[in-house]
């Protein structure tokens, strides 16, 4: 494909794009709205009153955990003369299971605690200067 090739094929592709899209390359730039990402982390604002996990999932995992234990109860679905046990391994298992990852979950989330006091850019400034 020589030079003419492809200043014609770009040509083609800008009218394309100008007939299908409303523009092209001649259309002029939109001012910018708004904030960068960048911007708005720098800003800080609403970021201090922000909680690391809301209530309403907490109270979503409460339900679910309310549901599942009445569904594994013993009067749901049972076949006369086999009786089930009303607390079995599987309980101990699954509390067993909500500590365990739970306490993952909450590690994870308090690890940049900001109510520390000190922020992870003045721990790299910190060591920085050692």
């Not at 592709?13 to 960048?38: C, I, M, V, Y």
């Not at 109270?59 to 594994?72: R, T």
């Amino acid at each position: 494909m020589n030079q003419y090739d492809k200043q014609h094929a770009r040509t083609r592709e800008d009218e394309d794009n100008a007939r299908l899209f409303g523009g092209g390359q001649s259309r002029p730039k939109s001012k910018k709205k708004g904030l960068t990402d960048d911007e708005i982390i720098a800003s800080g604002v609403g970021l201090e009153s922000s909680n690391r996990v809301p209530r309403w999932f907490f109270a979503i995992i409460i339900v679910v955990l309310i549901a599942a234990y009445g569904l594994s109860l013993p009067f749901w679905g049972d076949r006369v003369g086999s009786p089930r046990p009303w607390y079995t391994w599987g309980h101990v298992a699954a509390l067993a299971y909500i500590i365990v990852f739970g306490g993952f979950v909450y590690v994870m989330t308090m690890l940049y605690d900001p109510d520390k006091g000190e922020t992870e850019d003045e721990e790299d400034e910190r060591h920085e200067n050692k």
